[in-house]
């Protein structure tokens, strides 16, 4: 059983590595928003996480896990599997800590990903199919040459460093009621969670998923670890089944206090009202914690919430079609 204090102390642990390190992670601004609050009558403060280095949270849980590898492991090197916001996290992490990275990568990534993944200095490595073909082969071969395969979820550093997001909340609002996460794998949500429960038990963690790929929300309602058919999101960054053994389910189990699903127009809409309301973009997965915060709030009238703006790393064809 994964206990909330020890995530906790974790992310406390979290928290001190990066104080020593030269490239820490952003303490990135919490704001009210007048606009929703009046819309949803709840008191909603905006987590400004697209403004995180490499443009998603992933930065924290990345580095954290970096820094946490012993010195041997760091010259080993270290390898992930990713072409978006984890690829991107892991380079610049392994750039600030001088650690040899690999990043393998599906042969249809693209080609703007991959120039940004590359001028960070890792080394890319391109497989034939799919993200899962490129996640397979990249822990195979960690395993074969005694390397460090950096999971963008399903371990524990990893969580603990998304969770110093929680960290900040309570210093910057320490009269919080709840949160809003859009959630993929669980090592955002389970992070930010398991601080906020072990400081706060009685604040509100609401997960948000798209209907079209509700994966970790489905396994919580059958009680283990299930495959789900999904089917094409706006939210590609929280799109994608849980693995059999990943760490963050438990973690979710105890956390999440409601789940809300919501449909692509309402993960649309709130991406293009940010953009013209807030002159903001934020990617697909924050539209996700947006809309749902929007369709739930009714319930939490008058309360302080807090809603995780996780990315805002959005191809420019994407955001195109969403204008026009």
Same mark, same amino acid.
């Given at each position: *059983?994964?206990?909330?204090?020890?995530?906790?102390?974790?992310?406390?642990?979290?928290?001190?590595?990066?104080?020593?390190?030269?490239?820490?992670?952003?303490?990135?601004?919490?704001? !009210?928003?007048?606009?929703?609050?009046?819309?949803?009558?709840?008191?909603?403060?905006?987590?400004? $996480?697209? =403004?995180?280095?490499?443009?998603?949270?992933?930065? !924290?849980?990345?580095?954290?896990?970096?820094?946490?590898?012993?010195?041997?492991?760091?010259?080993?090197?270290?390898?992930?599997?990713?072409?978006?916001?984890? #690829?991107?996290?892991?380079?610049?992490?392994?750039?600030?800590?001088?650690?040899?990275?690999?990043?393998?990568?599906?042969?249809?990534?693209?080609?703007?990903?991959?120039?940004?993944?590359?001028?960070?200095?890792?080394?890319?490595?391109?497989?034939?199919? @799919?993200?899962?073909?490129?996640?397979?082969?990249?822990? =195979? $071969?960690?395993?074969?040459?005694?390397?460090?395969?950096?999971?963008?979820?399903?371990?524990?550093?990893? *969580?603990?460093?998304?969770?110093?997001?929680?960290?900040?909340?309570?210093?910057? +609002?320490?009269?919080?009621?709840?949160?809003?996460?859009?959630?993929?794998?669980?090592?955002?949500?389970?992070?930010?969670?398991?601080?906020?429960?072990?400081?706060?038990? @009685?604040?509100?963690?609401?997960?948000?998923?798209?209907?079209?790929?509700?994966?970790?929300? !489905?396994?919580?309602?059958?009680?283990?670890?299930?495959?789900?058919?999904?089917?094409?999101?706006?939210?590609?960054?929280?799109?994608?089944?849980? /693995?059999?053994?990943?760490?963050?389910? /438990?973690?979710?189990?105890?956390?999440? @206090? /409601?789940?809300?699903?919501?449909?692509?127009?309402?993960? !649309?809409?709130? *991406?293009? @009202? =940010?953009?013209?309301?807030?002159?903001?973009?934020?990617? #697909?997965?924050?539209?996700?914690? +947006?809309?749902?915060?929007?369709?739930?709030?009714?319930?939490?009238?008058?309360?302080?919430?807090?809603?995780?703006?996780?990315?805002?790393?959005?191809?420019? /064809?994407? +955001?195109?079609?969403?204008?026009?």
């Amino acid at each position: *059983m994964n206990s909330l204090k020890g995530i906790s102390q974790n992310v406390l642990a979290a928290v001190e590595r990066f104080s020593h390190c030269p490239t820490p992670p952003h303490r990135t601004l919490l704001e !009210r928003n007048n606009r929703l609050s009046e819309l949803t009558g709840m008191q909603v403060f905006l987590k400004h $996480e697209q =403004m995180q280095l490499t443009g998603s949270f992933k930065y !924290r849980g990345a580095l954290n896990c970096i820094l946490s590898l012993s010195s041997t492991e760091r010259a080993a090197g270290a390898l992930t599997a990713s072409s978006g916001n984890h #690829g991107m996290a892991c380079a610049m992490a392994a750039k600030a800590a001088s650690v040899p990275l690999t990043v393998y990568v599906p042969e249809n990534a693209s080609a703007l990903k991959l120039k940004k993944i590359g001028s960070l200095g890792a080394t890319i490595k391109k497989v034939a199919g @799919d993200c899962l073909n490129a996640e397979t082969e990249a822990r =195979m $071969e960690a395993t074969k040459q005694g390397k460090t395969y950096i999971s963008p979820y399903n371990n524990h550093s990893v *969580m603990a460093g998304q969770g110093t997001i929680g960290v900040e909340l309570l210093t910057q +609002l320490p009269e919080l009621d709840a949160v809003f996460i859009a959630v993929g794998g669980g090592g955002l949500i389970g992070g930010v969670g398991a601080l906020l429960k072990a400081k706060r038990p @009685d604040i509100k963690v609401i997960g948000c998923w798209p209907s079209n790929s509700p994966a970790m929300a !489905r396994c919580l309602e059958a009680g283990q670890i299930i495959q789900v058919d999904e089917s094409p999101t706006l939210s590609d960054g929280t799109a994608g089944n849980v /693995e059999d053994n990943a760490i963050t389910f /438990e973690v979710c189990q105890q956390v999440i @206090d /409601e789940k809300v699903l919501v449909t692509e127009n309402e993960i !649309r809409n709130q *991406m293009l @009202d =940010m953009l013209k309301n807030e002159q903001l973009v934020v990617e #697909g997965a924050a539209g996700v914690a +947006l809309a749902g915060a929007i369709k739930y709030g009714s319930a939490l009238k008058g309360k302080n919430v807090a809603i995780i703006l996780c990315g805002r790393n959005i191809a420019y /064809e994407t +955001l195109f079609s969403i204008i026009t």
